[in-house]
């Protein structure tokens, strides 16, 4: 009839074998798309996660960094309070010599009927007074950079040469004698626990 549409049957008959080759290549073509696909996006995670540790470490190296610095610092701020607290100290060892000394020689020089020195124990009692002043100045730093407990040790301190340097001035230099030793322990004891203070803390 007009119009039909007749077929080799060689091309039937081979239909089946282009079809199934055509399906086995586009289903390997489809896999190895896939693995790509799959290996691009398990790249991807991958440099994702890499630059997140980056990150991530990049931040604790600054958080570290900024910590030691801190540390340094009020380490060094300490430093500087308790080396000037010491020296402080040293002043006031040297005004109780001084007024001790001035009262001393005055107690003498009235006992020998002469005229004594009040000037100088006037000059003595202000020397001493400034270095006092002067230390409690620095023990009230040292307690905030270093502590209360420090705080009260150096409060100690303070009131123990205070009552010593009353008794200087009220002539009793038999129990100023007897207490001197027992303070200048003391005054060694209280420096040796400043300086534990910057050892302790020392960040190096």
Not at 55 to 60: D, L, N, P, S
Not at 101 to 122: E, F, H, M, Q, W
Not at 141 to 170: D, N, P, W, Y
């Amino acid at each position: 009839m007009t119009g039909e549409i007749v077929v080799n049957p060689w091309v039937l008959t081979l239909v089946p074998f282009v079809a199934s080759g055509f399906g086995a290549y586009f289903g390997s073509y489809l896999k190895k798309k896939g693995e790509n696909l799959a290996s691009k996006e398990d790249i991807d995670d991958l440099v994702e996660q890499v630059r997140a540790v980056t990150r991530a470490t990049k931040e604790i190296e600054t958080k570290i960094s900024d910590e030691v610095w801190d540390r340094q610092k009020r380490w060094e701020m300490k430093r500087d309070v308790v080396f000037e607290l010491v020296r402080r100290s040293g002043n006031v060892k040297d005004a109780l010599t001084s007024i001790m000394g001035a009262y001393g020689a005055n107690t003498d020089s009235v006992k020998r009927g002469g005229p004594g020195n009040l000037d100088g124990n006037i000059k003595a009692a202000r020397e001493w007074n400034g270095a006092m002043a002067s230390f409690e100045e620095a023990s009230m730093l040292a307690e905030l950079i270093c502590g209360k407990e420090l705080g009260q040790t150096l409060r100690a301190f303070s009131l123990l040469a205070r009552e010593l340097v009353v008794k200087v001035m009220q002539e009793r230099h038999e129990e100023v004698n007897n207490e001197l030793a027992g303070f200048v322990q003391r005054m060694g004891l209280m420096l040796a626990e400043v300086r534990k203070e910057i050892v302790a803390d020392n960040p190096s």
